[in-house]
């Protein structure tokens, strides 16, 4: 699936798993922006802070689950007022990423975003 952009700071998204031996995720905050993340499968925290390319199981273990993200994006730098964080998921029939943006009203104001996806 191409690159998708969404505006705003909630995507409810699927993501195919296909018959992958591992499925790996990332976060990435971006605008020269500062953030972390929090990542879910169902119920279970699976990481926090950096999520670079983290492998959260085999497609058999995950399909019927739900993975969802909560980052913080903080406006910290000073040529803009944009915050973004782009969400990849790899090794499914696709590999996929979206990036959601929001503008704050404030230097220094923060966004929570979350994402959600169904695994399939």
Same mark, same amino acid.
């Given at each position: 699936?191409?690159?998708? #952009?969404?505006?705003?700071?909630?995507?409810?998204?699927? +993501?195919?798993?296909?018959?992958?031996? /591992? &499925?790996? &995720?990332?976060?990435? &905050?971006?605008?020269?922006?500062?953030?972390?993340?929090?990542?879910?499968?169902?119920?279970?925290?699976? #990481?926090?802070?950096? =999520?670079?390319?983290?492998d959260i199981g085999s497609a058999a273990q995950?399909?019927?689950?739900?993975?969802?993200? !909560?980052? &913080?994006?903080?406006?910290?730098?000073?040529? #803009?007022? !944009?915050? /973004?964080?782009?969400?990849?998921?790899?090794?499914?029939?696709?590999?996929?990423? +979206?990036?959601?943006?929001?503008? =704050?009203?404030?230097?220094?104001?923060?966004?929570? +975003?979350?994402?959600t996806f169904q695994l399939v």
């Amino acid at each position: 699936m191409p690159s998708q #952009t969404v505006p705003g700071d909630t995507l409810a998204a699927t +993501y195919a798993v296909g018959t992958a031996a /591992s &499925i790996r &995720i990332s976060a990435v &905050i971006g605008d020269g922006q500062l953030g972390d993340s929090a990542v879910w499968l169902d119920t279970k925290l699976l #990481t926090t802070g950096d =999520v670079n390319h983290f492998d959260i199981g085999s497609a058999a273990q995950l399909r019927g689950h739900q993975l969802k993200f !909560r980052s &913080i994006a903080s406006d910290l730098n000073p040529q #803009t007022n !944009r915050t /973004s964080v782009s969400y990849f998921l790899a090794g499914g029939t696709t590999d996929d990423d +979206y990036t959601l943006t929001k503008q =704050v009203a404030n230097d220094g104001d923060s966004v929570v +975003y979350e994402a959600t996806f169904q695994l399939v």
